[in-house]
């Protein structure tokens, strides 16, 4: 298995642009996670998806950020337009949903300058 | 408010010797907890879950406890190895919730 992929691995973006980050989860793990790291903060959970539906996203910063999920094997988190402190490491994470352990891809690296 | 805590940030051990990392949390009732380990650049592991009805759990040098009266986990590698050095992060139930982690440092 593959496990989860996530692209890009690396993004330096100016401030106002957008950004999109992509994910494959991997096949047959049905809960689909967004964490985002910083130094100060730590991994923070932004959303997860069950069978392809959101089903909580109150870590979402602000409305600047976005994800979707429009089928099992693909999702993409959005921002736009883009802030210097967004610079972060995204993470992208699958669960079998009859499991407990989280299976995180390698993180894209954003820096916003 | 809900907060979880990882005893440091950083933790130097002799190579060797026992390292014991400590996970705290508080206003949190979770069914069990995980530990994870991170190394640069890469995205964490999962190395072992340990639920709120299990007192200890082993995996060959490492060892889980869960204090749910404490509200606490420690984690113990034995015998640390530069290898091991990472950092450390543990990760309750309720919403899959991770602590700031703890960079270990095993000195060779």
């Known amino acids: 298995d593959a496990g989860v992929i996530q692209s890009p691995r690396h993004e330096v973006t100016e401030m106002g642009q957008e950004v999109t980050l992509r994910c494959k989860p991997i096949?047959?793990?049905?809960?689909l996670f967004w964490y985002r790291q910083t130094m100060m903060r730590g991994l923070e959970l932004l959303i997860y998806f069950n069978n392809n539906v959101p089903i909580d996203d109150s870590g979402m910063p602000e409305d600047r950020f976005s994800a979707k999920m429009p089928n099992a094997s693909f999702s993409t988190l959005k921002i736009q337009p883009s802030e210097p402190r967004d610079s972060a490491v995204y993470f992208c994470?699958?669960?079998?949903?009859?499991?407990?352990?989280?299976?995180f891809g390698e993180g894209s690296w954003l820096t916003v300058v | 408010s809900q907060k979880i805590e990882q005893n440091s940030e950083a933790l130097n051990i002799q190579e060797g010797k026992t390292a014991t990392l400590t996970c705290n949390y508080t206003?949190?009732?979770?069914?069990?907890l995980q530990w994870y380990r991170q190394d640069p650049g890469r995205g964490p592991v999962f190395l072992l879950l340990i639920r709120e009805n299990e007192k200890e759990k082993r995996k060959e040098r490492l060892k889980v406890t869960f204090d749910t009266t404490l509200k606490q986990s420690l984690f113990h590698i034995t015998a640390s190895q530069p290898a091991d050095s990472a950092t450390y992060l543990c990760?309750?139930?309720?919403?899959?919730?991770f602590g700031t982690g703890t960079r270990l440092t095993i000195i060779p």
């Open positions: 096949s047959g793990h049905n809960s």
């Open positions: 990760a309750l139930s309720e919403k899959l919730t």
């Open positions: 994470a699958s669960l079998v949903t009859s499991g407990n352990t989280i299976y």
């Open positions: 206003n949190y009732s979770p069914a069990y």
